[in-house]
């Protein structure tokens, strides 16, 4: 008995075309169906929106995700979201859309590829000193990693890595895990379970993108506050 | 596990055009359009606080207001009441002059009325009397008044005055003078006798007396000569009396 098909391990492994060393994978297509659900989703709402009291449904939604998306930030930072709030909130929205559509059958979300997740996560290891040094300057910034002593340095290096290597691990093991675990289930339990294993995924799905987007901030925060605060940023990693 | 360089690669670059895409189709859209909603919202709010402190005043202008014409009402009143008494007083004055002035108006007219009324009935009653007195002359009149009236007329013409008597000599001064005689009864020939005789040495013998029967004379006998004139009657005497009393009205 089969108990996991390739692409539910990973869709790397699906290679739909290739030319040398480009290839053209189901990870790169189901990519870019969930960047076309969002851009197109946007510019269809935002092409005719309201300034008055009243509006669509669908501006109201979007309105609601990206207020929300601001009010983490701000909570998060204490100041203006604005700087980053395309930044994160596409973390968000590009990781909730790919597991929220693992309910469509066929479908592999993008985040089950380890080499998304450590996209993403590169992502997030360039944004930190970019939004710090922008913020600070780079002398401060580098500083920073010489606090308290010249001795942390390494440790504080040490912590920009791994943290960044966790971010990638976490989210492409929670996915890929849970494709996994509906696999082995399905071997024991018929009929329903999948369904509930299916909600239970979609929890798990948003659950990960707010912890990853969330994170990403708290670095981003951590890297553009600690010269202000005086003293180390909260450098640790989930 | 093994990552694909290029799968990476391709990752991060669709995730930084995914970025983009979002940051302008999606955030800078819904910002804005908040932004300008909430800009909305607060000077709607700022206006409906202007309109909110303009409205407290208000109030506070008009229980000012209040209390001070409560204050003052009592005052106010009593200045009213004064004023519509005076009013009232005045309007009073002005009623009774209006009505004696009318009523000194209706009493002359009154009186005038009054006195045409008398006037009229005193012409009337004139009028009437010498209307019957005329009546009963004639009523009365006999053979016995003709014969007075005839010698009354004649005696007239015995004592004319020197200058009437040039006058009637001058009209009969002619080739052959007529004289008419006209009477208001039948003259008979004893009634024309005294004529003749008193008018004939007038005359003269060529002269010719004409005797005429005349209704409108009334009681009395007239004489015409040539644009001569004289006549006794007793309407005479009565339109002297009528003159005479209508001049006494």
């Known amino acids: ?238 | 596990m093994h990552i694909d360089p290029f799968i990476l690669i391709a990752q991060i670059i669709n995730f930084l055009v995914l970025v983009y895409l979002l940051k302008r189709f999606l955030y800078d859209r819904i910002v804005e359009t908040m932004n300008i909603r909430e800009n909305g919202i607060a000077e709607r709010m700022s206006e409906i606080e202007r309109l909110k402190d303009e409205a407290l005043a208000s109030v506070a202008t008009c229980e000012a207001r209040k209390h001070d014409i409560e204050e003052h009402a009592d005052e106010m009143l009593n200045q009213a009441k004064l004023a519509a008494e005076k009013e009232k007083a005045r309007l009073m004055e002005q009623v009774r002059e209006e009505v004696a002035h009318a009523q000194h108006r209706w009493l002359e007219t009154l009186d005038r009325e009054k006195a045409a009324f008398l006037e009229d009935l005193r012409k009337r009653a004139g009028t009437y009397v010498f209307e019957t007195i005329r009546q009963v002359l004639a009523d009365l009149a006999d053979e016995e008044l003709e014969n007075r009236i005839v010698q009354s007329f004649v005696r007239r013409l015995s004592s004319l005055e020197p200058q009437e008597k040039a006058l009637l000599k001058k009209a009969l001064d002619m080739p052959e003078p007529v004289i008419r005689v006209k009477s208001a009864f039948e003259l008979d020939q004893g009634l024309k006798r005294p004529i003749e005789e008193a008018l004939r040495p007038l005359l003269g013998v060529e002269g010719e007396i004409v005797y005429e029967l005349n209704g409108h004379t009334g009681a009395g006998i007239e004489l015409m000569a040539h644009g001569y004139k004289l006549s006794w009657s007793i309407d005479d005497y009565i339109e002297s009396l009528q003159e005479k009393f209508l001049q006494i009205l």
């Open chain 1, 1 to 238: 008995m089969e108990i996991l098909r390739l692409n539910q391990i990973s869709p790397d492994q699906v290679i739909l075309w290739q030319w040398g060393f480009v290839k053209i994978t189901a990870t790169l297509i189901y990519t870019w169906l969930v960047m076309a659900i969002l851009v197109l989703g946007a510019w269809l709402v935002t092409r005719r929106l309201s300034t008055g009291p009243r509006r669509s449904l669908w501006q109201g939604v979007l309105e609601v995700v990206v207020i929300s998306i601001r009010d983490q930030i701000c909570e998060i930072c204490h100041e203006d979201p604005g700087p980053y709030t395309a930044f994160v909130g596409s973390l968000f929205l590009f990781i909730g859309m790919s597991n929220f559509l693992i309910i469509f059958p066929g479908y592999v979300a993008p985040t089950s590829s380890l080499a998304t997740t450590s996209a993403l996560a590169i992502c997030v290891f360039l944004a930190v000193p970019i939004y710090g040094i922008s913020r600070q300057g780079i002398g401060p910034y580098v500083k920073e990693y010489f606090q308290p002593t010249f001795i942390f340095f390494p440790f504080h290096v040490m912590g920009e890595f791994t943290r960044t290597l966790a971010l990638a691990i976490r989210l492409f093991g929670n996915i890929m895990s849970h494709d996994k675990i509906i696999g082995i289930l399905l071997a024991v339990t018929p009929l329903f379970f999948p369904i509930v294993m299916h909600a239970l995924g979609l929890l798990i799905g948003m659950v990960q993108a707010y912890i990853f987007s969330i994170l990403a901030m708290v670095y981003i925060a951590s890297a553009v506050q600690a010269h202000e605060e005086g003293e180390p940023a909260n450098k640790g990693s989930t």
